[in-house]
């Protein structure tokens, strides 16, 4: 791996280090705060506590996405990073970001759960975006990893959107997306097509949006060749 | 490195900030960048080290284009007066970020530094006063040894015995081994010794590019009273008057060894006073 590759990934974790710590810390004080309320509805009638660990993970991955843009890319030039070692170097760490986030998140709910059996704390209950989240840990990291990479990917494509093209630029590319969602929504295919995949899953859908999502990704390579330090207003 | 500036034009939306300027910096040498606000510089820093693309023209350096070239972005370190850091990293992570992309990255040179400069490498670069960023900017510039350091104002907030401190250490990397080395600043008197040759750039254009020897050679500072000295200026090419109590001084392009023969006494210019009367001039023109 190149010299620049690897001082833009220990820039990137050094970067991320404390917006994960703190995202971490108040997920894992939500889960403990969840569990001592499922605890006190054990003995309420069909009492039942549902948390989704996943479904914060998701945002704060979006959100990710869409803020390296900003936040990373002028700094990166600054130090000297070619575009395409930043390219490079982004797509093995946003992948990485998505595995790490995923096995932990898994794992977590794997641990969680041990936890509740060995307790009998049988009213917490974790919700899941698709059933096939309720299998192994193995199924529950490929779903999470695809969903995550997805969100990051589409995220950061609008973020160089309005970063090159400014407000209007970027604000005209997400009104064609809401309207194509809206239009999907009117019509029933869409909600149609997210029950199908949701409802009645298939993991080869997960590894096909992984797909989407690296194709995505490699899109954002026309973007950021010619990218500059500043940004348009 | 050879730097070839060829009709070099930067444009943002209404306003020309570069007007095709052209210019070579043949050997390394520490080059003074002067110019008033809005001038071009940074515009002009910020395409030589590749962050920005030019409108027209093009810089090239050793033959080759600056944009995108890990070759060259890896040789060439410019700070700025602020905003180069990343305000959550600690200085050590700064520190160790640059060693990655500078090849040559002396990292006994930048733990010197950071003991001269009082400097916590756990402290975060947020938690840094003004001055001490200022410090990390100055810290990482010379333990690049980029053999293109640029120096847009780099030491906003930091004290008079820190910014001579700062001189010393230039000068003594630069006599061990040189490299160019450009340096932009308002503070000219301060530097002005420093420099080796010297460019103004004034609303976008190049105004001179000269030897700071030459410069100095060049004008010359002519005072007596009033009226010697406005018979003697009669047929000069006069930069600036200044008077004060029945006496004058003027800043003439010339050699001063007439007026001395005429009984005025001759002085040399400030570049920092010459920078201000060309600038000047060209606005007024």
């Given at each position: ?26 997920l ?6 969840s ?23 998701y ?63 049988s009213t ?20 999470d ?52 995949q949701?409802?009645?899953p298939?993991?080869?859908?997960f ?8 194709v ?9 060749r ?5 940004k348009?207003k | 490195?050879?730097?070839e ?13 570069l ?7 043949d ?30 023209g093009?810089?090239v ?24 850091f ?12 640059y ?34 960023e200022?410090a ?5 510039g ?25 001189y ?7 006599q ?10 308002h ?7 420093l ?46 008057r ?5 006496m004058?001084?003027?800043?003439i392009f ?7 023969a ?17 600038t ?6």
């Amino acid at each position: 791996m190149g010299r620049q590759v690897k001082g833009l990934l220990y820039f990137f974790l050094t970067d991320i280090r404390y917006s994960l710590m703190i995202f971490w810390s108040i997920l894992l004080s939500i889960l403990v705060l969840s569990l001592c309320i499922a605890y006190f509805l054990i003995g309420v009638e069909n009492g039942n506590y549902y948390l989704s660990v996943d479904i914060p993970i998701y945002v704060y991955c979006a959100i990710f996405g869409f803020l390296t843009v900003k936040e990373t890319i002028p700094f990166a030039i600054k130090i000297g990073a070619t575009r395409k070692n930043l390219f490079v170097a982004l797509g093995v760490f946003f992948l990485g970001l998505a595995v790490v986030k995923s096995v932990i998140s898994s794992t977590l709910q794997l641990v969680t759960l041990a936890f509740t059996k060995a307790t009998g704390v049988s009213t917490f209950n974790f919700l899941y975006l698709s059933p096939l989240m309720e299998g192994s840990w193995l199924t529950r990291v490929i779903i999470d990893t695809a969903v995550m990479f997805f969100l990051i990917s589409i995220m950061y494509i609008f973020g160089l959107l309005f970063y090159k093209a400014g407000l209007a630029g970027g604000g005209i590319a997400a009104g064609i997306l809401i309207l194509i969602l809206l239009y999907g929504i009117a019509e029933g295919w869409l909600i149609e097509f997210f029950i199908n995949q949701f409802m009645e899953p298939h993991l080869s859908f997960f590894y096909q949006l992984l797909g989407v999502g690296l194709v995505l990704y490699g899109l954002t390579y026309f973007f950021v060749r010619n990218i500059t330090i500043i940004k348009t207003k | 490195m050879r730097i070839e500036v060829k009709n070099l034009s930067k444009r943002y939306k209404d306003q020309e900030a570069l007007k095709n300027v052209s210019f070579t910096l043949d050997e390394p040498k520490i080059y003074g960048l002067l110019g008033r606000n809005g001038a071009g510089k940074t515009t002009f820093m910020n395409i030589l080290s590749g962050q920005i693309l030019a409108s027209g023209g093009e810089i090239v350096i050793d033959g080759e284009n600056p944009f995108d070239n890990q070759r060259l972005t890896e040789s060439i370190c410019l700070i700025k007066e602020g905003d180069n850091f990343k305000k959550d990293l600690k200085v050590k992570n700064v520190l160790k970020i640059y060693s990655y992309f500078y090849p040559k990255w002396d990292q006994e040179l930048a733990d010197e530094l950071i003991k001269e400069y009082n400097l916590n490498v756990n402290a975060k670069v947020k938690a840094l006063s003004k001055g001490m960023e200022s410090a990390l900017g100055i810290i990482v510039g010379l333990a690049s040894k980029a053999p293109i350091t640029i120096f847009d104002e780099p030491y906003i907030g930091l004290d008079a015995p820190s910014r001579k401190r700062f001189y010393e250490i230039l000068l003594n990397e630069y006599q061990m081994e040189k490299r160019t080395i450009i340096f932009s600043t308002h503070l000219i008197d301060e530097v002005s010794l420093l420099f080796e040759e010297v460019l103004i750039l004034s609303e976008g254009s190049l105004l001179l590019k000269e030897e700071a020897e030459a410069i100095r050679d060049k004008a010359c500072a002519v005072s007596g009273k009033k009226g010697e000295v406005e018979k003697f200026i009669q047929d000069k090419d006069v930069l600036e008057r200044k008077q004060f109590a029945g006496m004058m001084t003027a800043y003439i392009f010339g050699d001063g060894e007439e007026a001395r023969a005429n009984g005025l006494s001759v002085e040399g210019v400030p570049i920092q006073e010459l920078m201000i009367a060309l600038t000047s001039r060209k606005e007024g023109a």
